[in-house]
């Protein structure tokens, strides 16, 4: 009788670490580029929503400042923004420049590292033909 309870216990005890694995972690940025955490309009330098918790948030970056000057780059679309951000690392201070309403105010934003799923490939919908 004992034999079978030992057993029993071995079972269920190899079950509860087996039911629930634990995801692994995502790996950080291979490249550690920077990362402010904004979105803008698109075709402009607008922020249309500032993510909370991030670097831009922490700074005190606010929907509806536009990008005037980030560190020593004047931007004139958004890409070359993000472009200059990744090329500092994560820790950087960087001095960003807004215009907001009608007084200009500069803030100093210390970067984190760029989250991995912003580098996936996006989808494309195909259009697809019906013949009627």
Excluded: N, W
């Excluded at 079978?4 to 972690?25: K, N, Q, R, W």
């Excluded at 330098?45 to 991030?54: F, H, K, N, R």
């Excluded at 929907?63 to 690392?89: A, K, M, N, W, Y």
């Amino acid at each position: 009788m004992t034999a079978i309870t030992g057993l029993t216990a071995s079972l269920l005890g190899s079950l509860l670490f087996t039911l629930a694995p634990v995801p692994p972690e995502a790996p950080p940025d291979p490249m550690a580029r920077g990362y402010m955490g904004i979105t803008v309009q698109s075709g402009a330098l607008a922020i249309e929503s500032v993510q909370p918790g991030m670097p831009a948030a922490k700074a005190g970056l606010q929907g509806g400042d536009v990008l005037v000057r980030v560190g020593t780059l004047e931007p004139r679309e958004f890409d070359q923004v993000v472009s200059h951000i990744c090329s500092f690392r994560p820790g950087a201070v960087v001095e960003i420049e807004v215009q907001r309403g009608s007084e200009r105010k500069t803030f100093k934003v210390r970067l984190a590292c760029r989250p991995p799923e912003l580098d996936l490939p996006t989808r494309q919908p195909r259009p697809i033909d019906i013949d009627d």
